[in-house]
């Protein structure tokens, strides 16, 4: 029998045939793996459009003065990057992708709990997208603020701010809706015997994403409401000429922004806390300590939000309360780290690509989080806010921790997503070339910053020169690996070997299924007797 | 586990209870703005926005009669959202 149908002959998910056929077979499906794919082929897209904005960005600035565009030109790019990469892609990222594929096979249920909820929330995600990208092409021309929409110049600039913050509006709904879905979905569907502490790590980083997710998007919802708000009817919420607080914006839109960051690191680290025990052939060190620390990361981060704001004028006890929050939430991050590396301690590794992508990833987010104890101290905050020390620590979090995580992902699950095997000499040669450009993209940032370098500049001066250069030559070779791994990806999708069903030896749920999965994922409901990472 | 909560009718009076209460308690939040409360006028505005959110929640949703867990599910959002309140203040109280 084919490894691609189940014992009782039901096709995979990517053969079925439904009420529609084509493009509609896609759109309107409500199978959470087909829902997960429209996800990936969205933000891919999203992805390449932002890395080619970010890339002339880099060429922008490989040399003094003005080269290929202006302040203004380079002001929309940046902003437009900044929404596509939060946004579009890495808070939707792997919840939406990974987490609707894998969650409910993962838990042992043959969908989400609300499947046709789960696909009007793909469908908001596609009409929050459109309007903001509408927001580049009409009106007063693309906007200028960056993503932080910082009032009072979002309400003043007389550029298209209006299709913005209403598709980031509308992109809310989609992740508060994804969020609600995940946890009625693991509350209600989990299979007979898996109880709380039965129940894998990446599931239990979703279901602390979903809280984030409901209780805190609402919260931006309604400060983009204000910002549309004062813009109509110059109401004067944030205008301190109307008696309102520009101050107060940044409280409510880091309220959410803050950990909208943990919405993406946290399923980053359940993706690793997945590929590590897997390619270890070991028990993962410290599971309940794993759960903690994501349960504790979600909640703490909540309160961390004023780090973005020290040198906005808050006051000295907002200052300090601040500051020791976010030297706390260090610490769930940093227990995380150790399980990891204890997991593979003395484990018989298996060498594979999803396992260069976690330690990377490891590597990347360890510089990250540290960076980040730089910028949470009041002292030296100081110094670096608003320079080039800040966009390097955000993207060896954001980029390097979801990016890298993201890869890693899809490379552990593309047998288990498409049937088919990747070629894992070429993938080998992309993480390779994307690792090294990352590392000398923003490696250099920290120099500059530190050197004083201000970001959200077009242009610089002459001493600056040598740190922009390897920085933008690293943009090059970071896009030559994308365009590696994307390619190999993709051809492998179509012409790669037939995949096993267990190629790396996993013992979660996913692993116990045919490659692809068949429609209702399971012939029956397993019962579950044993914890999830129990090689014994 | 039963996860469907105690089975229930509310008879209309409950209903009527609650509009009255929601009623009374607008007309309060609106009186209250006539008196100068000082840096107590947000707190006074919230304390009677969520005590008609609870209302709404325990009676009119039917929070009571369900299972416990969801009763804890609100109580953590409600802790959360204002201990971000709280925190926000520290900035605005002693600035």
């Known amino acids: 029998m084919s490894e691609n149908l189940t014992p009782s002959g039901e096709p995979s998910y990517l053969q079925y045939k439904g009420r529609y056929r084509g493009i509609f077979a896609w759109i309107f499906s409500t199978d959470h793996k087909r829902v997960g794919l429209l996800y990936l082929w969205s933000i891919m897209t999203f992805f390449i459009v932002g890395a080619i904005l970010g890339l002339l960005m880099k060429m922008e600035l490989i040399s003094p003065g003005k080269n290929i565009m202006g302040p203004q030109t380079y002001n929309g790019f940046f902003t437009l990057h900044g929404i596509i990469m939060i946004f579009l892609i890495v808070i939707p990222g792997l919840p939406a992708v990974f987490g609707n594929f894998f969650l409910p096979i993962m838990i042992g249920a043959r969908d989400v709990a609300f499947p046709r909820l789960n696909l009007t929330s793909w469908w908001l995600y596609m009409l929050g997208a459109v309007v903001v990208l509408t927001s580049q092409f009409t009106g007063g021309g693309p906007p200028d603020t960056g993503w932080t929409f910082y009032a009072p110049y979002s309400f003043q600039t007389p550029t298209n701010m209006l299709p913005a913050v209403t598709g980031a509006f509308i992109l809310g709904f989609s992740s508060i809706l994804t969020g609600l879905n995940f946890i009625v979905t693991i509350h209600r569907m989990r299979a007979p015997g898996m109880s709380w502490f039965k129940m894998p790590l990446f599931p239990w980083s979703l279901y602390a994403t979903a809280w984030i997710q409901v209780i805190a998007t609402p919260i931006v919802g309604v400060t983009l409401l204000m910002i549309i708000a004062e813009r109509t009817l110059n109401i004067g919420f944030f205008n301190p000429a109307l008696g309102g607080d520009p101050i107060l914006y940044q409280h409510l839109f880091w309220i959410y922004s803050h950990p909208a960051v943990y919405i993406m690191i946290l399923p980053a680290m359940g993706a690793i806390s997945e590929i590590i025990p897997t390619f270890s052939r070991k028990t993962i060190f410290g599971y309940k300590a794993i759960i903690a620390s994501t349960v504790a990361i979600a909640f703490v981060g909540y309160f961390v939000w004023g780090h973005h704001m020290f040198t906005s004028g808050m006051s000295g006890v907002a200052l300090y309360t601040f500051s020791i929050l976010t030297f706390l939430v260090a610490i769930p991050s940093a227990i995380k780290v150790f399980n990891w590396v204890s997991t593979m301690h003395k484990a018989s590794i298996n060498l594979q690509t999803p396992f260069y992508w976690a330690v990377s990833f490891i590597f990347v987010f360890m510089i990250g989080g540290f960076s980040g104890l730089v910028l949470g101290a009041l002292s030296t905050n100081v110094h670096l806010h608003d320079t080039h020390f800040v966009v390097a620590h955000f993207h060896f979090i954001v980029f390097g921790g979801t990016g890298f995580a993201f890869f890693g992902a899809m490379h552990y699950w593309f047998p288990k997503v498409f049937g088919r095997q990747y070629d894992a000499g070429w993938a080998n040669i992309g993480w390779l070339t994307f690792f090294i450009g990352f590392v000398t993209l923003y490696g250099p940032m920290f120099y500059l910053g530190i050197a004083g370098m201000p970001r959200r500049y077009y242009d610089y001066v002459e001493v600056f020169h040598g740190g922009n250069i390897i920085s933008s030559f690293g943009a090059i070779i970071l896009i030559a690996g994308a365009g590696i791994i994307i390619a190999n990806l993709v051809k492998s999708a179509i012409y790669g070997e037939e995949a096993k069903q267990n190629p790396w030896g996993g013992i979660t749920l996913e692993w116990q299924v045919p490659s692809p999965p068949p429609l209702e994922n399971f012939d029956e409901i397993p019962h579950i007797t044993k914890g999830p990472y129990d090689y014994s | ?95």
């Open chain 2, 1 to 95: 586990m039963d996860n469907n909560g105690k089975p229930h009718i509310v008879p209309y009076k409950n209903h009527i209870a609650v509009l009255a209460v929601l009623l009374i308690l607008t007309a309060l939040s609106v009186a209250v703005t006539s008196i100068e409360l000082g840096p107590l006028t947000v707190t006074v505005a919230l304390l009677l926005a969520t005590a008609k959110a609870l209302v709404v929640l325990i009676y009119f949703m039917h929070l009571k009669f369900d299972n416990i867990i969801y009763s804890i599910m609100v109580a953590f959002v409600m802790f959360s959202i204002i201990s971000i309140i709280v925190i926000t203040f520290l900035d605005y109280l002693f600035r």
